[in-house]
T-cell receptor, first 114, second 113 residues
Framework: NAGVTQTPKFQVLKTGQSMTLQCAQDMNHNSMYWYRQDPGMGLRLIYYSASEGTTDKGEVPNGYNVSRLNKREFSLRLESAAPSQTSVYFC?????????????FGPGTRLTVL | AQSVTQLDSQVPVFEEAPVELRCNYSSSVSVYLFWYVQYPNQGLQLLLKYLSGSTLVESINGFEAEFNKSQTSFHLRKPSVHISDTAEYFCAVSDTGGFKTIFGAGTRLFVKA
């Protein structure tokens, strides 16, 4: 089992460019999440999908969109990248959405916006 | 609203010394508590969690944490650290009736030879 995989691992964008970060999990989990990690701020939730067919905003959704393509895949799109979106992005999944559930994380995508 | 405070951003320690990474939370309701570890260039992985029962929980690699409700703390300890414990450690909290998990800012543990 690969667990949670993310592509790409690294990306450099210019301001205004768009891109999609891909995430897939092979654990048959129902819930998936996108976080960003910034120094001194821990992880902040961008969007989540409690189950296939649903998506909801997290703490910092502005400037992002998501698609739950199927049970395995959850993508994050930046329509017009800004320097403030320079960060490390993590995708995670859990068996179900709820308190007490362990989340399994991918290796991250390091994004730089110039 | 819930919040998590990790009191130290960096903790340098010599190999085989004990270490404590501090975590305090605020919540008006019952909580579940977690410690996640992030090794360099990797994603986070669960180290241990408190859901209910014994307030002392342990991980397979020698870490332990104690839930202290009166002090709203969940400090992580290890009696003797190894070089391989060098990583960033995140405390997290979620309320038992809700869906949101809040992560602390992280503590970078650096073990020196």
């Amino acid at each position: 089992n690969a667990g949670v995989t993310q592509t790409p691992k690294f990306q450099v964008l210019k301001t205004g460019q768009s891109m999609t970060l891909q995430c897939a999990q092979d654990m048959n989990h129902n819930s998936m999440y996108w976080y960003r990690q910034d120094p001194g701020m821990g992880l902040r939730l961008i969007y989540y999908s409690a189950s296939e067919g649903t998506t909801d905003k997290g703490e910092v959704p502005n400037g992002y969109n998501v698609s739950r393509l199927n049970k395995r895949e959850f993508s994050l799109r930046l329509e017009s990248a800004a320097p403030s979106q320079t960060s490390v992005y993590f995708c995670a999944s859990s068996e179900a959405h709820g308190a007490g559930r362990e989340q399994f994380f991918g290796p991250g995508t390091r994004l730089t916006v110039l | 609203a819930q919040s998590v405070t990790q009191l130290d951003s960096q903790v340098p320690v010599f190999e085989e010394a004990p270490v404590e990474l501090r975590c305090n939370y605020s919540s008006s309701v019952s909580v579940y508590l977690f410690w996640y570890v992030q090794y360099p260039n990797q994603g986070l992985q669960l180290l241990l969690k408190y859901l209910s029962g014994s307030t002392l929980v342990e991980s397979i690699n020698g870490f332990e944490a104690e839930f202290n409700k009166s002090q709203t703390s969940f400090h992580l300890r290890k009696p003797s650290v190894h070089i391989s414990d060098t990583a960033e450690y995140f405390c997290a909290v979620s309320d038992t009736g809700g869906f949101k998990t809040i992560f602390g800012a992280g503590t970078r543990l650096f073990v020196k030879a």
